[in-house]
C-alpha cells in the first residue's frame, strides 16, 4: 500500500528542507518533488561538497533511491541538463534513477523572457527563472506539457507560444532558443517520463519534498507577496496525484529563527547586530539568487497556522546551532502582525544545554506538535532524532 510522508518548509523556505531530506531519504524507495520550479535551491553536502540542487530531489546522493519530479512542477530542461552534468562531474550516474511526471510543465525560454519584459515580477521578487509566467500558461490552458516533447509538432507548438508573447510585447527583441534548451528536450527524450498515479503505486515508501514554505503559498501565503504553487499539503495531492489516505507523518520545518527573501510582510524582522549575527552565521545568502536573506525572530504566531493548516504531525527544527551564545533569544507567541508581542528565553551555549532543551519544550507547548528531527549542522551527519512518529512504532 502507499504511504507517503511528506517534508514541508513552515516558514518563508529556505528552511532546511533539502537538508532533512537528505537525511531520511535511505528510508524511502522514491523521494517526489511535487511542485515549483528552479527557483528553489536545496543546499545539501555531497562528501563534503556543497551541491545546490534547483530540480532534481535531494534524494539523488542516495543510491537506492529514486527521484520524481512530479506534475505539479514547472520544470526547465536547461536547468535539468546543467544539473544532470554537475551530478556527472561528482561521479554519479543520476539518469537511471530520475522519473519526470508526463504531466509536469515546461518552462521555455520565452517565459524567462517575460519575467525581463513584464515589470509584474518586480515588487514581489521574483527569481526571474521564468517559473511564475510558466504557471500562468498551465493555468491559461496554453503551457506545454513534459508529454508534448513526444509530439510530431512538439517545436511548431513551442514556437505558437514563443509568438503569442512575443506579439505582447512588440518593442523587444525576439526570444533566443539556443542549443542548450533543445539538448535539454533531447534529455528529457531520454529520461523515464510517466503517469505519476500509476508509476507511485508501484511503491509503499514515498518521501514527498517540498519547495519553499507554507507562507509562500499561492493560496495560503502572504499574498501577492507568494510563489505561483501550492506549498502546503494539498500541493502534495495535486502534484503526485496520491489520495489524502496515503499521507503518514507530515514533518514541519522550521528554523529556530525566521528568514524572508523578497518583499512582502515579515512581523518578527530585526536589524542591527542580531540581524547581522544571524546572516552571517547562518549565511543567510539565497541559494539561487544571492540574495541576502531578511531575519527575525521565531514567529509562532505564524508557524501556529502553518502547523494547523498543513496538519503537521511533527517539527524538524534546524539552524539552532546559528543561535548559539546569543545571551537571549526571543519568539513571537501572539499579537496582530503589526505589534508583535514576545518571549524571551534564554539563549545556549550549545544545543546540550538545558536552556535549549527549554526552548524546545517552549515550542512544543506552544505549537502542540512535538519536535522530532533536530539539525544541528548543515552536512548530513548533523542529526538527531528525538522522539519516533506514531506510524514507526505500531
Ligand atoms: P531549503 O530550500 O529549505 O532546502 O533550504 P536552503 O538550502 O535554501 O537553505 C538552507 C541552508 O541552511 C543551506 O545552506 C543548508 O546547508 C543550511 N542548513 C540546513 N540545516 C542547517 C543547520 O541545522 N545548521 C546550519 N548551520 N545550517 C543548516
Given at each position: 500500500?502507499?504511504?507517503?510522508?511528506?517534508?514541508?518548509?513552515?516558514?518563508?523556505?529556505?528552511?532546511?528542507?533539502?537538508?532533512?531530506?537528505?537525511?531520511?531519504?535511505?528510508?524511502?524507495?522514491?523521494?517526489?518533488?511535487?511542485?515549483?520550479?528552479?527557483?528553489?535551491?536545496?543546499?545539501?553536502?555531497?562528501?563534503?561538497?556543497?551541491?545546490?540542487?534547483?530540480?532534481?530531489?535531494?534524494?539523488?546522493?542516495?543510491?537506492?533511491?529514486?527521484?520524481?519530479?512530479?506534475?505539479?512542477?514547472?520544470?526547465?530542461?536547461?536547468?535539468?541538463?546543467?544539473?544532470?552534468?554537475?551530478?556527472?562531474?561528482?561521479?554519479?550516474?543520476?539518469?537511471?534513477?530520475?522519473?519526470?511526471?508526463?504531466?509536469?510543465?515546461?518552462?521555455?525560454?520565452?517565459?524567462?523572457?517575460?519575467?525581463?519584459?513584464?515589470?509584474?515580477?518586480?515588487?514581489?521578487?521574483?527569481?526571474?527563472?521564468?517559473?511564475?509566467?510558466?504557471?500562468?500558461?498551465?493555468?491559461?490552458?496554453?503551457?506545454?506539457?513534459?508529454?508534448?516533447?513526444?509530439?510530431?509538432?512538439?517545436?511548431r507548438q513551442v514556437k505558437a507560444l514563443t509568438a503569442y508573447h512575443e506579439a505582447r510585447f512588440p518593442k523587444h527583441s525576439p526570444v533566443k532558443y539556443s542549443d542548450t534548451f533543445w539538448e535539454g528536450i533531447a534529455l528529457l527524450r531520454n529520461?523515464?517520463?510517466?503517469?505519476?498515479?500509476?508509476?507511485?503505486?508501484?511503491?509503499?515508501?514515498?518521501?514527498?519534498?517540498?519547495?519553499?514554505?507554507?507562507?509562500?503559498?499561492?493560496?495560503?501565503?502572504?499574498?501577492?507577496?507568494?510563489?505561483?504553487?501550492?506549498?502546503?499539503?494539498?500541493?502534495?495531492?495535486?502534484?503526485?496525484?496520491?489520495?489524502?489516505?496515503?499521507?503518514?507523518?507530515?514533518?514541519?520545518?522550521?528554523?529556530?529563527?525566521?528568514?524572508?527573501?523578497?518583499?512582502?510582510?515579515?512581523?518578527?524582522?530585526?536589524?542591527?547586530?542580531?540581524?547581522?549575527?544571524?546572516?552571517?552565521?547562518?549565511?543567510?545568502?539565497?541559494?539561487?539568487?544571492?540574495?541576502?536573506?531578511?531575519?527575525?525572530?521565531?514567529?509562532?504566531?505564524?508557524?501556529?497556522?502553518?502547523?494547523?493548516?498543513?496538519?503537521?504531525?511533527?517539527?524538524?527544527?534546524?539552524?539552532?546551532?546559528?543561535?548559539?551564545?546569543l545571551p537571549e533569544v526571543k519568539v513571537r507567541i501572539d499579537g496582530p502582525d503589526t505589534a508583535p508581542v514576545y518571549s524571551t528565553l534564554p539563549g545556549w551555549h550549545s544545543l546540550t544545554d538545558p536552556s535549549f532543551n527549554h526552548f524546545l519544550?517552549?515550542?512544543?507547548?506552544?505549537?502542540?506538535?512535538?519536535?522530532?528531527?533536530?539539525?544541528?549542522?548543515?552536512?548530513?551527519?548533523?542529526?538527531?532524532?528525538?522522539?519516533?512518529?506514531?506510524?514507526?512504532?505500531?
Open positions: 500500500m502507499l504511504r507517503v510522508d511528506v517534508v514541508l518548509g513552515l516558514q518563508w523556505g529556505d528552511e532546511g528542507k533539502g537538508k532533512v531530506v537528505d537525511a531520511i531519504a535511505d528510508r524511502y524507495a522514491v523521494v517526489a518533488r511535487f511542485q515549483g520550479g528552479p527557483n528553489a535551491g536545496h543546499t545539501l553536502y555531497h562528501k563534503g561538497q556543497k551541491v545546490v540542487l534547483h530540480q532534481v530531489p535531494s534524494g539523488i546522493f542516495h543510491p537506492e533511491v529514486l527521484c520524481l519530479i512530479g506534475d505539479g512542477v514547472v520544470l526547465d530542461p536547461e536547468v535539468l541538463l546543467e544539473e544532470i552534468e554537475g551530478l556527472r562531474r561528482l561521479g554519479l550516474s543520476p539518469e537511471a534513477r530520475i522519473f519526470i511526471g508526463e504531466r509536469a510543465h515546461l518552462i521555455l525560454p520565452v517565459h524567462r523572457w517575460l519575467e525581463n519584459v513584464s515589470p509584474e515580477g518586480e515588487k514581489i521578487g521574483t527569481t526571474k527563472r521564468g517559473i511564475g509566467p510558466a504557471y500562468a500558461d498551465r493555468y491559461a490552458r496554453r503551457g506545454l506539457c513534459v508529454k508534448a516533447i513526444e509530439e510530431a509538432d512538439f517545436e529520461l523515464k517520463r510517466v503517469a505519476t498515479h500509476e508509476w507511485l503505486s508501484n511503491f509503499s515508501e514515498v518521501l514527498a519534498e517540498g519547495s519553499q514554505g507554507t507562507m509562500l503559498d499561492i493560496f495560503a501565503g502572504t499574498y501577492p507577496y507568494v510563489t505561483s504553487s501550492h506549498t502546503t499539503i494539498a500541493g502534495v495531492l495535486s502534484g503526485l496525484s496520491v489520495p489524502p489516505q496515503a499521507i503518514r507523518e507530515i514533518y514541519g520545518v522550521t528554523k529556530a529563527y525566521t528568514t524572508r527573501v523578497g518583499e512582502g510582510p515579515f512581523p518578527t524582522e530585526i536589524e542591527g547586530e542580531v540581524a547581522e549575527w544571524l546572516q552571517s552565521r547562518g549565511q543567510e545568502r539565497g541559494s539561487t539568487t544571492g540574495r541576502l536573506r531578511r531575519c527575525g525572530w521565531l514567529d509562532l504566531v505564524a508557524l501556529r497556522y502553518a502547523v494547523k493548516i498543513n496538519g503537521v504531525t511533527c517539527l524538524a527544527l534546524t539552524k539552532a546551532d546559528v543561535l548559539c551564545g519544550q517552549f515550542i512544543e507547548q506552544e505549537l502542540g506538535v512535538p519536535v522530532w528531527g533536530i539539525s544541528t549542522g548543515p552536512e548530513r551527519r548533523d542529526w538527531i532524532e528525538r522522539s519516533i512518529p506514531a506510524h514507526k512504532t505500531s
